[in-house]
Nanobody, 126 residues
């Protein structure tokens, strides 16, 4: 069955950087749009960034634009989230997800995604 495994989380000081990875298996990775979401304690899961199946289009939440970059390597079945200039409010569990949005405009909606990873913790200290 499909499996998504995130890695790369950890503890970092404000202003620092982390790169998250999500390795996919059990699905035709190159045919899926990929997204990153996050959930902070006591808050709802929120959209972070997404990339279309061929990498031709990306979307990002306003809160991370200019700081986070999503990319993918279809040969490695992996999607990445490069996070720069991290802030304490970026602290959350980060999840990757796979789905078929059919339009980049839909990729910010969690309902588009069929498969989810288990999450990786990112903690940003002030």
């Amino acid at each position: 069955q499909a499996q998504l495994v995130e890695s790369g989380g950890g503890l970092v000081q404000a202003g620092g950087s982390l790169r998250l990875s999500c390795a996919a298996s059990g699905l035709t990775f190159g045919s899926y749009d990929m997204g990153w979401f996050r959930q902070a304690p006591g808050k709802e899961r929120e959209f972070v960034a997404a990339i279309t199946w061929n990498g031709g289009s990306t979307v990002a939440a306003d809160s991370v634009k200019g700081r986070f970059t999503i990319s993918r390597d279809n040969a490695k079945n992996t999607v990445y989230l490069q996070m720069n200039s991290l802030k304490p409010e970026d602290t959350a569990v980060y999840y990757c997800a796979a789905g078929r949005g059919y339009s980049s405009a839909r990729l910010s909606s969690a309902s588009v995604y069929d498969y989810w990873g288990q999450g990786t913790q990112v903690t940003v200290s002030s």
